[in-house]
């Protein structure tokens, strides 16, 4: 049985296919910040993703935890660059999404390692 976001968007688990449930992400992390979707065979299968502050639309695609590690790599990266009002966030969201074709760019919509090293790579070269 799957489970329809708020948005309608028919969560999946990359991983076994199965399909997903909604928790408060205080099972998780001890703690609530939000709500969170995790797949139905979670804890077996630790495919997870958050949700936009006060809803239940997930902030991307579910992940594992290696990938969750590499997007928080890309924010490592990203994040300190508007943080110090060195780049308009607006404007660095925008020129990632066109340039990775994910628009709105938001790193939770990075699927695999390799696009979250991509995404450094071209941080690097092009912003530092």
Known sequence: MSVFAKDGKDLICPDCGCGAKLIN?????????????????????NYRVGCHKGTTT???EMANEELREW?????EKLDPLWKTHKYNRG????????KFNKMPFH???LKTIEE???VIKFIHDFYE
């Open 25 to 45: 992400d205080k099972e998780i992390y001890g703690k609530h910040y939000g709500l969170m979707w995790v797949c139905q065979n979670y804890p077996k299968c």
């Open 58 to 60: 997930p902030l991307g």
């Open 71 to 75: 997007r928080s790599k890309v924010h």
């Open 91 to 98: 404007e660095l969201y925008q020129e990632l999404g066109i």
């Open 107 to 109: 790193t939770a919509e």
């Open 116 to 118: 979250c090293k991509n």
